[in-house]
């Protein structure tokens, strides 16, 4: 079995993660990879993944000198959430021949928010022959296409409710920020209003994903912030929070078909849910017949699962037919433990 060759674009918390995981994977081989860290670029990717040994693979911030197709069968892209801002990157891998999965959260299903970068970025992969995936633990996977898979033992569906209730503690500044912890109630309203603080990305994907394979005709989505304001002190690395400040974001998305609310996704994200005896958890409850609820304790979790479901994936996206492609257009993913999960798919 010859191996899939990956370059690995971003080397952060999940693109590290990546390349550590591929380092186990016996189908898979890093044959580059690309980061514009300063203190990563030059070094070997084994002193950079902190592995103790040498890989071969130089880091560079010359994603053009790495781009050849002869040489490389897929780009894990982890860089940033948003279409808009990873168009050059997509252009460039596309544009050399090559496949790609991105974890960027609006690439989940990018036509939700951007649908002329969406048609651009299927024309491009068209035109090139290969194919080109957004996968992550949520959009990409909780509730989206397990709710997908969930129903399909269902006769009917009239409505699907489902949260993920998360710790946030684990995450660094920018998701303090983009979340609104640390700040005062009324400082989270106003970067609500003013787009500095946006809680969860991925509603508009997951619940256009839901509402496309089953058919739910969803015609409008609506989203509210709201802060989730603590009782005690809560306290991580790198935030405080009093009691009377904002913990978290509660973020919820309701997608409607005329007026009738047929999606509703919950996701309540805050530091330090246990000191006030909230419990971690991802729901699912489908409305049909026949009736399905699910709960999974505690959360799947997000680091983990979005390295894990983009390295699994891989085999996939390098066999799929060229195109944007969203995980409810792809085989079910499963985690590749052996010889078998590669000859499967490619
Ligand atoms: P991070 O900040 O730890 O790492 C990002 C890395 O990418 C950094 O090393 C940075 O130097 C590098 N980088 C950024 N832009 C680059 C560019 N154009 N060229 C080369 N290098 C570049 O972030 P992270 O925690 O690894 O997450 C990456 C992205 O994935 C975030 O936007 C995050 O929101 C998203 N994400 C999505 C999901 C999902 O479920 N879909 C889950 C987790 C993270």
């Not at 399909?152 to 995450?171: F, K, M, Q």
Request: charged share 25%; hydrophobic share 40%; glycine share 10%.
């Amino acid at each position: 079995m010859s191996k899939i060759r990956v370059l690995q674009w971003g080397l952060g918390a999940m693109g590290g993660g990546m390349a550590r995981l591929m380092l186990e994977k016996e189908g898979l081989e890093i044959v580059a990879a690309v980061d514009a860290r300063p203190d990563f670029v030059g070094k070997d990717l084994g002193a950079v993944l902190e592995v103790g040994r040498t890989l071969g693979v130089t880091v560079t911030s010359d994603a053009d000198s790495v781009l050849e197709k002869d040489k490389v069968d897929l780009v894990l892209l982890a860089t940033t959430s948003w279409t808009k801002e990873q168009m050059p990157d997509l252009r460039k891998i596309l544009n050399a021949g090559i496949n790609c999965i991105s974890i960027a959260e609006e690439l989940a299903a990018p036509e939700a928010q951007n649908p002329d970068l969406a048609q651009e970025l299927d024309d491009l992969a068209k035109r090139n022959g290969v194919s080109l995936l957004g996968t992550g633990v949520n959009p990409g996977f909780v509730l989206d296409l397990l709710v997908v898979a969930l129903s399909g033992g269902c006769h009917s569906v009239e409505r699907i409710e489902a949260s993920r209730v998360n710790d946030l503690s684990p995450y660094g500044p920018t998701v303090m920020k983009t979340q609104g912890v640390g700040t005062t109630p009324e400082a989270f309203k106003k970067g609500v209003a003013e787009g500095s603080i946006v809680g969860h990305v991925g509603f508009p994907e997951s619940i256009r994903m839901i509402s496309d394979a089953l058919g739910l005709g969803v015609d409008r989505i609506e989203e509210t912030r709201e802060p989730i304001i603590s009782r005690t002190h809560r306290e991580t690395r790198h935030v405080k929070v009093a009691p009377g400040m904002v913990a978290g974001c509660a973020h919820i998305g309701i997608g409607y078909r005329g007026a009738r609310e047929v999606v509703k996704l919950i996701h309540p994200q805050q530091v330090r849910p246990e000191l006030e005896n909230q419990e971690t958890g991802d729901y699912i409850h489908i409305y049909g017949k026949p009736e399905i609820h699910m709960a999974i304790k505690p959360e799947v979790a997000g680091g983990l699962a979005t390295v894990g479901i983009a390295v699994n994936m891989i085999p996939h996206v390098v066999a799929a037919t060229p195109g944007v492609k969203r995980m409810i257009d792809l085989p079910a993913p499963a985690a590749l433990m052996g010889p078998t999960a590669y000859a499967r798919r490619v």
